[in-house]
């Protein structure tokens, strides 16, 4: 009985990406599936788009900016709160994890009205603030996580053998934390990569994540070379998943205790 | 406090960069969140886009006192909930199957499981759009095997909806029912067994009474992110199927109607906040060996 539905259920978590693929590959105009024929036009088709080029181009920009800044931030978030109190380490880590919680349409809500408030126009600049914000946690997670597998008086004895305090950091427990950092780093960079209900209301008209691009697309009658865009999308982010899996193994970011 | 013992130049740049990361998440998270909430309480004239009113429950009242709204309010519930259930009816076998599977296929499992959620909604939504559009699989299918004869209107509809949403939601609730059974000792099972267990009274009387936290926190998840998600009702509902963060998103960028976006954002949350607040209170009373922790032991021990 379990398995019929665990098949059942992994069939139906597959389905719509598989259908995805294969439906890129047709000759017909319109979207359709079972596909006629076989061709790559669509995919050539797409590559001269340049609205989606351009998104393309700023997804990856901002969720590169993002992942450094957000990995930074959650990394230096972990080692302060690392040395603090169990009170201040509890209600900080409530609130540097509460975007998870948070529904995306109310954090982007918030968002948008703080960045019109301060006048600031919608840029690079806003995009990238609210998904450092949405990102960090998952840092937070992986690298407390790496941290947690330490010994606490690790700094200790750098310091004993003469490190100064931020040479013991840099020399000593950042090696030592090395795949929370790059796993917490890559996922940062998913996270904001694939991110549209935050995007969508911090991105200007003209300047449109990958995303929030196709979500806008989605209302018109939809021609086969959106298809092959999101077929890329699924490649690239499968090309991901073998670069986590690789680095951290990516059950450790689902799986990990709660840090 | 263990700063305290350190060095004094280790302390002070230990506490200057706590008030670094303090302001950058207060004024980030905090000062946002509190400037909607005040926002929900102005009234502005969407002619001038000039605020008339700074403190006012216009807003609540425009909200409550419509049965439009009202309606939308039910209908989100609703959807959310159908969600859910059909969350848990896939998700609790698929985890146990999961859990009791060998490490190899347990391994495969788990990326299936996994994968979704390193892939954009919009772009898994879109897939369902194929499925579902009047060429898609599911029509041609159907057509081809003969069993209709016109085409049917899947798309647009609150089954498309419910569809997408599972879709989207079911790896958060296979993994936080597969975290809590991953918890739970094999030795407990093995002890059920020994004291003479059949495999349904196991089931009954052992795993599901201590998966149930992971049961709640799984449906938590899941009702709370499908009651506020706009993008799968948009593309997979269009202009039919409306739920209130597809409207706060509407009213906020296509009407420009900050505060009524606002305190239907801030609706959103309380209806979250009080399905979270209910799901744990039914799991505290679904829970004895949990409740018998923390009060004295009950007196009416249930026959075993």
Request: proline residues 4%; aromatic residues 10%; positive net charge.
């Amino acid at each position: 009985m379990t398995r019929a539905v665990a098949y059942f259920g992994a069939a139906f978590l597959l389905l719509p990406v598989v259908v995805i693929v294969i439906a890129s590959f047709t000759e017909v105009r319109y979207i359709s599936f079972p596909p006629k024929g076989f061709t790559l036009d669509w995919y050539a088709a797409a590559l001269v788009r340049r609205e989606f080029l351009g998104s393309l181009q700023l997804s990856l920009t901002v969720a590169g900016i993002s992942a450094l800044i957000a990995t930074a931030i959650g990394t230096l978030s972990c080692l302060v709160l690392r040395r603090s109190g169990p009170a201040t380490r509890a209600a900080a880590t409530a609130l540097v994890m509460s975007p998870l919680v948070l529904p995306g349409v109310v954090t982007g809500i918030a968002l948008l009205q703080f960045f019109s408030l301060l006048g600031m126009n919608l840029s690079l600049t806003s995009l990238v603030l609210g998904h450092v914000l949405i990102t960090v946690p998952y840092v937070v997670r992986l690298v407390s996580d790496s941290l947690n597998a330490l010994p606490a008086n690790l700094e200790w004895a750098a310091a004993s053998l003469g490190a100064a305090p931020a040479r013991a950091v840099t020399a000593v427990v950042l090696p030592c934390i090395k795949s929370g950092l790059i796993g917490g780093a890559i996922f940062a960079f998913i996270v904001s990569f694939e991110n549209v209900t935050i995007s969508v209301f911090l991105s200007a008209p003209q300047m449109t994540t990958l995303p929030v691009r196709v979500f806008g697309y989605t209302d018109q009658a939809i021609e086969t070379w959106l298809v092959a865009i999101c077929s890329m999308t699924i490649f690239f982010t499968v090309a991901l998943i073998f670069a986590i899996e690789r680095v951290i193994g990516l059950q450790r970011i689902f799986y990990s205790g709660k840090g | 406090m263990s700063a305290g013992a350190v060095r004094g130049s280790r302390a002070s740049g230990h506490r200057l960069l706590f008030i670094l990361l303090a302001v950058f998440f207060l004024s980030l998270l905090v000062a946002p969140l509190a400037l909607m909430l005040s926002s929900a309480f102005q009234r502005v004239d969407l002619t001038t886009f000039q605020t008339t009113d700074r403190l006012t429950l216009h807003q609540f009242i425009r909200f409550f006192g419509d049965s439009y709204y009202l309606e939308l309010l039910a209908r989100t519930v609703w959807i959310a909930t159908q969600t859910t259930v059909l969350c848990l009816l896939i998700g609790y076998p698929f985890a146990l199957y999961m859990w009791r599977a060998g490490p190899r296929e347990r391994q495969v499992l788990r990326l299936i499981v996994l994968s979704p959620l390193l892939i954009s909604f919009v772009i898994l939504n879109f897939g369902w759009l194929i499925i579902l559009a009047p060429q898609g699989l599911i029509n041609n299918l159907l057509l081809g095997l003969g069993i209709t004869r016109t085409r049917l209107p899947l798309l647009h509809s609150e089954g498309a909806v419910v569809v997408g949403l599972v879709h989207v939601h079911l790896p958060f609730m296979i993994l936080s029912i597969e975290n809590a059974l991953e918890t739970l000792s094999s030795d407990v099972v093995k002890a059920g067994r020994s004291l003479g267990a059949d495999r349904w009274q196991l089931m009954r009387n052992v795993i599901w009474p201590l998966s149930i936290g992971g049961v709640v926190s799984g449906s938590v998840i899941v009702f709370a992110t499908t009651a506020s998600s706009f993008v799968t009702p948009v593309l997979l509902g269009g202009a039919w199927v409306k739920t209130l963060a597809s409207v706060a998103y509407q009213q906020i960028l296509v009407n420009l109607d900050m505060p009524f976006g606002s305190a239907i954002a801030i609706i959103l949350l309380l209806l979250t906040a009080i399905v979270t607040f209910g799901l744990v209170r039914l799991a505290e009373r679904l829970q004895p060996h949990l409740a018998a922790d923390r009060a004295a032991r009950p007196t009416t021990e249930p026959s075993a």
